[in-house]
């Protein structure tokens, strides 16, 4: 094998042509299928002919710099929920079979999440064909009148094609027809009527330059790669009843000219689409499918139907195939259905099933890749190695990606929302796979024969078969020299007849001498003629050859001339191609910096945008703290300002109030010590103090049995204004003679916006436990706004407080205590300097008011 490989050359004009302009990218279409139902939710929309858009579902949000981010993909086309699949199949498929029939091979695989529609975009329905039978229906319109006999090519077990002579390819037909096993099934044969549907097209579509002059055989063969094992979906294993043998796999090899193929694969021949199509549904019934969360026959394997057409010319006569191997052009198309990526979180897979979406995931995963390295070895420069021998789809193929032929790809997609990741990725493999270039293969050479051959030679056969019948001469099994020289005989005069009925016939030989001398002397004209016309030939040759030596001379040295000047241009187009490199290298660098550059421009931009958005921001709030500041200092001012006056004044009042307690107190004492003890004191008169500028109450009598005092409300120092009198349901009643009343007032246990949008003044009444266990009341008053949405708003503005103390913790007497008290101790209870004191007086802050006030509780009787 290594000798054989030493001898054979690797083809480099073919696989890898030297000019590198020559490049085609991978094809890459996208189909998106409809939704199963019209309620479910929809996460891809297709915005024109090349781009379609991916956006998050509801619930699945992606942020970033704080924008929602919906994502758009380029592809060579985008085939939209309402295509149909003649129309996929005229755009992507066709130029495949056009260069499968010149002789150029090609690679479509489908590309997909399970459940987006690659089995059927590839196979079909019934009563709508998929790619598969309507690139076999092109192919046998196209060749239909061209095939060869069965069995006039034949296939080796190395990748290669053999022609064979009518004969032996007779005797295989017998042979073939002698065996017992069924054959695949002819044109005139009933069709499977579980497929029919699908073989059914009417469009007759056909390649247009067919090379009428060659003779072609299709042969097909389908395998699948299931856990990365190849198996044949074609081979008939024997019946074993009682023990039966599972599949063996197959391993791949390569050929002299270094291209995979299966070892081993049954390679059927087939002459029409219903014989191909009845031999790839025998095998689809084998492929490996199950059922699954997410798909109710979801492939478990990748499949492969690959499409081998053998071509070879006429020879000169255009009668028979040209027994010259070096002749035949072998080219295949192979129509591949890859299983979908999963999940297994979704499709709750276990032991055979989880298995089986670990090597596809796997498996897709090492074609993802190589992908990525074919990209950057050829975007950058470097020649990393492929990794296509980690799996045994990638180490089929690899031959195409190597420029051995084109390459197309249909990623087909689910547009519902729980697909929403999975859709991701396979868009973002198919915009890497887009920018992979691959090597155009070149043409194949020209056989050197006369075109067109095949009609003349049986425009010829017809115009001979006519001519004989006109003439009543034999129509068929006679030569083409048996015709020619017989209508050379018929040109010589006619032989008169030769029997003698007579001895005395003196006529009849005469007559046949004399013909035969004209004969003679016609046929010597004849060969003379020839003998001339011969020699002048031979001259003519001669002439002809001296002047083709002599040319042939001249274009040697022409040639000689070009192939020099043609060297020294490749190597300059080497030179320039190189420098070419290098700049597009450099362009690319730079683009790259440039597109960083603006990012970041970008960037910045935005943020300067939001940092003076703020910076204004923060100005206007400084501006309007500055004057809500401003208002709330002059308010304060104002309130500290009157709260002060109001201090002093209180003060004023209290220093008053306390000379005068003094005033009192040195009276009392004054009048205990003038006084006689025995007699009963008087209540000091106040007459001097009555005409003093500041009126003060008259104290009550200190007798025992005086008449209860009338409760009167303390009047609010806002009344005349409309109150909202806030008294939560926890107040506790203090029972004391002074009660804060407030008219014309809204009383509400809760605040509310109805109570306040009609009053402008505010007040709520806070109780809470003082320092010395007695109930403190606090009166907060504010004052009711509007706001700018429609609402209120209360500012306090002061607080009052009321407090009730116990004067029977504290008390103090002028006088020694005694437990038995004289007769005249009830009235001596008045001289008491606490007692005289212990009265509650109502002022208002900041009034001009003397010390004389009502008193509005009686005083408090000492404990029998």
Not at 195 to 200: K, P, R, S, T
Not at 801 to 830: C, F, H, I, M, V
Request: one cysteine or more; hydrophobic letters at 30%.
């Amino acid at each position: 094998m290594k000798a054989a490989r030493a001898k054979t050359p690797r083809r480099p004009a073919v696989k890898k042509p030297s000019n590198p302009s020559l490049k085609d990218p991978v094809g890459v279409y996208c189909r998106v299928r409809p939704l199963s139902r019209p309620d479910q939710e929809c996460c891809i929309e297709v915005i024109n002919e090349t781009t379609v858009q991916i956006h998050p579902p509801d619930g699945y949000r992606i942020f970033r710099n704080g924008e929602y981010r919906e994502t758009q993909y380029s592809f060579k086309e985008v085939f939209g929920t309402l295509v149909v699949q003649k129309e996929l199949f005229d755009v992507v498929a066709k130029p495949l079979v056009e260069d499968l029939i010149r002789g150029k091979n090609g690679l479509l695989f489908t590309y997909g999440v399970t459940g987006s529609g690659k089995t059927h975009t590839m196979t079909g329905s019934p009563g709508d064909g998929g790619l598969l039978p309507r690139c076999l229906d092109m192919i046998f319109n196209s060749i239909g009148p061209f095939q060869a006999k069965r069995f006039v090519f034949k296939l080796d077990d190395k990748n290669g094609v053999d022609v064979q002579c009518e004969v032996d390819a007779l005797l295989e037909r017998q042979k073939r027809d002698a065996m017992p096993v069924p054959k695949t099934p002819s044109g005139k044969r009933q069709i499977d009527p579980e497929f029919a549907d699908m073989i059914n097209v009417q469009d007759h579509c056909k390649v247009e330059e067919v090379d009428e002059d060659n003779v072609y055989s299709v042969f097909v063969s389908y395998i699948e790669i299931y856990n990365n094992y190849i198996y044949d979906l074609l081979e008939e294993a024997p019946f074993e009843p009682i023990k039966p043998k599972p599949p063996q796999s197959k391993i791949l090899r390569e050929d002299q000219n270094h291209n995979m193929y299966v070892t081993g694969c049954t390679e059927v021949e087939v002459k029409s689409t219903e014989e191909a199509f009845e031999v790839f549904w025998r095998g689809q019934k084998k492929r490996r499918i199950a059922n699954t969360q997410l798909n109710r026959e979801s492939s478990r394997s990748h499949s492969v139907f690959i499409i081998k057409l053998a071509q070879a010319p006429l020879d000169a006569d255009g009668d028979n195939v040209l027994q010259e191997k070096e002749q035949i052009t072998l080219s295949q198309l192979s129509l591949v259905d890859l299983a979908g990526s999963e999940r297994t979180n979704r499709t709750k897979a276990e032991g055979n099933r989880l298995r089986e979406a670990g090597n596809i995931n796997q498996s897709l995963m090492t074609l993802r890749t190589c992908i990525e390295v074919l990209r950057e070895n050829q975007m950058y420069g470097t020649n990393k190695m492929v990794p296509y021998r980690d799996s045994k789809l990638t180490h089929l193929f690899k031959n195409y990606f190597d420029g051995e032929g084109k390459v197309r790809m249909i990623v087909c997609v689910n547009p519902k929302a729980e697909d929403y990741e999975e859709s991701l990725q396979v868009m973002r493999f198919a915009e890497m796979t887009q920018e992979v270039e691959v090597a155009r293969p070149v043409d194949r050479p020209l056989c050197g024969l006369t075109p067109g051959r095949r009609f003349r030679n049986q425009a010829f056969r017809e115009e001979l078969s006519r001519k004989l019948e006109m003439r009543g001469g034999p129509i068929n099994g006679e030569t083409e020299e048996q015709s020619v020289s017989e209508m050379f005989l018929q040109n010589f005069p006619p032989l008169p007849s030769c029997e003698l009925l007579d001895v005395n016939d003196d006529q009849t030989l005469p007559k046949l001498i004399e013909v035969l001398e004209k004969r003679h002397k016609l046929r010597q004209m004849l060969s003379e003629e020839f003998a001339k016309n011969v020699l002048a030939f031979k001259t003519m040759l001669q002439d002809f050859d001296s002047s083709i030596v002599s040319k042939e001379n001249y274009i040697q040295g022409k040639l000689s001339e070009k192939e020099k000047t043609i060297a020294g241009q490749k190597m300059e187009l080497e030179r320039l191609e190189k420098k070419i490199k290098t700049l597009e290298y450099k362009i690319e660098i730079l683009e790259k910096t440039a597109t960083i550059y603006e990012e970041d421009k970008r960037n910045l931009q935005q943020e300067l945008e939001s940092k003076s958005q703020k910076l204004q921001r923060q100005a206007s709030d400084k501006r309007r703290l500055e004057a809500r500041l401003q208002g709330m200092v002059a308010e304060t001012t104002m309130k500290w300002e009157k709260e002060c006056e109001r201090r002093v004044a209180a003060k004023q009042l209290e220093m008053q109030n306390k000379l005068w307690v003094k005033d009192e107190k040195l009276k009392q004492l004054k009048a205990i010590v003038t006084e006689p003890k025995n007699e009963k004191p008087e209540r000091p008169s106040r007459e001097r103090d009555r005409e003093k500028p500041v009126q003060r109450s008259v104290s009550p009598s200190p007798a025992p049995n005086a008449p209860p005092v009338r409760l009167r409300h303390r009047r609010s120092r806002s009344a005349g204004e409309r109150w909202v009198d806030h008294k939560p349901p926890s107040n506790l009643p203090t029972e004391t003679v002074m009660q804060p009343h407030v008219p014309h007032a809204i009383t509400v246990a809760a605040a509310s916006e109805k109570a306040l949008a009609k009053c402008d003044k505010y007040m709520l009444t806070h109780q809470e436990l003082a320092s010395d266990g007695e109930i403190e009341t606090k009166l907060i008053k504010g004052d009711v706004f509007k706001t700018r949405g429609g609402g209120q708003a209360v500012q306090f503005t002061e607080i009052e407080t009321l407090k009730q103390e116990s004067p029977t913790g504290r008390k103090r007497r002028s006088s020694p205590s005694n437990p038995d008290p004289p007769e005249g101790a009830a009235d001596s209870e008045w001289t008491d300097v606490e007692t005289r004191c212990s009265v509650a007086v109502e002022m208002r802050a900041g009034s001009a008011l003397g010390p004389g006030y009502q008193h509005h509780a009686q005083p408090k009787r000492r404990k029998p």
